[in-house]
């Protein structure tokens, strides 16, 4: 008997499995780009704190911002230490990124001024001025996404 047909049938059913339920095979992903995609993850959780009282869902706590942005300021330089081309595969990244070095990293410095700012208002304590520089960083975010990462 062929030891490879139960192996493509189990592929198969995988995928048929994940297109079900709407979802589909990761992208390919490698060291580099499994540390990048970490990098981005860890300071989310300070970028969402933030969101919430941008937003208008959560009171605002001078303290609490301040603390946050620094974090986020801080933790935002650490993910670009891997944007390089992963060969064993670079998850959601597009190549553009790396065909387009000088557009990409107009997006990379605006969005770390973007940062910086938000940061530098958090610090102030100026909430409407916090509020302002928040979409800036979250635009920026997008911004960059629209144009370097593959749609889920």
């Known amino acids: 008997m062929n030891t490879r047909i139960p192996a493509l049938l189990s592929a198969a059913a995988l995928a048929l499995a994940l297109a079900a339920c709407g979802g589909e095979p990761a ?3 490698g060291g580099i780009s499994a540390r990048r995609t970490a990098a981005f993850k860890e300071m989310m959780p300070e ?6 009282t941008a937003k208008g869902d959560q009171a605002y706590d001078p303290d609490a911002f301040r603390a946050a942005a620094a974090v986020f300021a801080a933790k935002a330089q650490e993910p670009f230490l891997h944007f390089q081309n992963d060969p064993e595969g670079n998850g959601r990244a597009l190549p553009q990124i790396w065909q387009q070095e000088e557009a990409f990293g107009r997006e990379r410095d605006g969005f770390l001024a973007a940062v910086a700012e938000l940061n530098a208002k958090a610090q102030k304590g100026n909430l409407q001025e916090i509020k302002a520089a928040y979409d ?16 889920r």
């Open 47 to 52: 970028f969402a704190e933030m969101g919430k």
């Open 136 to 151: 800036a960083a979250d635009a920026s975010c997008q911004s960059c996404h629209r144009a370097y990462r593959r749609p």
């Open 27 to 29: 992208e390919p992903k």
